[in-house]
């Protein structure tokens, strides 16, 4: 059962362009997630953000959270081509065991 | 830097045969975990271990099983592959006290 959906399911930009994603979950969590998997590798941990923050910057990356809404969004500023990848929400409605969105392709053209 | 380790990153087996995917962690964590990723359907957690000899079922567990016998050690094993079992799998693993997990590289593994 799928409790994070990351919206939109493929993005393609160009390189200094933002890049915007959304995800959208289903029931209370305690904090969200956002990884990120270049292609044919395993995930890796972005950033963190948790249920009484509602935004969060790491370096050219912004997290915001609305808990009323059920949804986040990471934005990526000033994109490059290396951040070419798949990017996924986690939410840990259950705990410790994260449980992953379907996630958004990224394509940045340079 | 945490490392997780799946020993084989490609694997091609037969129907029918019996597949382990091998993953060791080297940051003494306790939570250990093993999911499939498959095109449209993101990541689905099969099974996950809090400790030694424990074991739990994620959500799609049918066709698989786990072992864990030391805690840096964590086992998928597919008793009888079928084709449907041709996916990408990724083991994982995290602390209690952290709300990070880490995942290994990945293994692709082909049912034919």
């Known amino acids: 059962s799928q409790q994070g959906e990351e919206d939109p399911q493929a993005l393609s930009i160009q390189e200094g362009e933002n890049a915007t994603m959304n995800c959208s979950y289903k029931?209370?969590?305690?904090?969200l997630q956002w990884y990120r998997q270049n292609s044919g590798r395993g995930l890796v941990h972005l950033i963190l953000i948790r249920s009484n923050e509602r935004e969060k910057h790491s370096g050219r990356l912004r997290v915001t959270l609305d808990t009323s809404k059920k949804s986040s969004s990471l934005l990526i500023t000033a994109s490059r081509a290396a951040d070419t990848a798949s990017y996924f929400c986690?939410?840990?409605?259950?705990?410790?065991?994260?449980?992953f969105g379907t996630g958004t392709r990224l394509q940045v053209f340079p | 830097d945490v490392k997780v380790t799946q020993s084989s990153r490609y694997l091609v087996k037969r129907t029918g045969e019996k597949v382990f995917l091998e993953c060791v962690q080297d940051m003494d964590h306790e939570n250990m975990f093993w999911y499939r990723q498959d095109p449209g359907l993101g990541l689905r957690l099969i099974y996950f271990?809090?400790?030694?000899?424990?074991?739990e079922k994620g959500d799609i567990p049918e066709g698989y099983s786990v072992s864990r016998e030391k805690k840096e050690r964590f086992s998928l094993i597919l008793e009888s592959a079928s084709t449907n079992q041709t996916s990408m799998y990724l083991c994982?693993?995290?602390?209690?006290?952290?709300?990070?997990?880490?995942f290994g590289e990945g293994s692709w593994l082909t049912v034919v």
């Open positions: 994982a693993s995290s602390s209690p006290a952290a709300d990070t997990i880490y």
């Open positions: 271990s809090y400790d030694v000899k424990m074991k």
């Open positions: 986690a939410t840990d409605f259950r705990a410790d065991k994260l449980i």
């Open positions: 029931t209370s969590i305690n904090n």
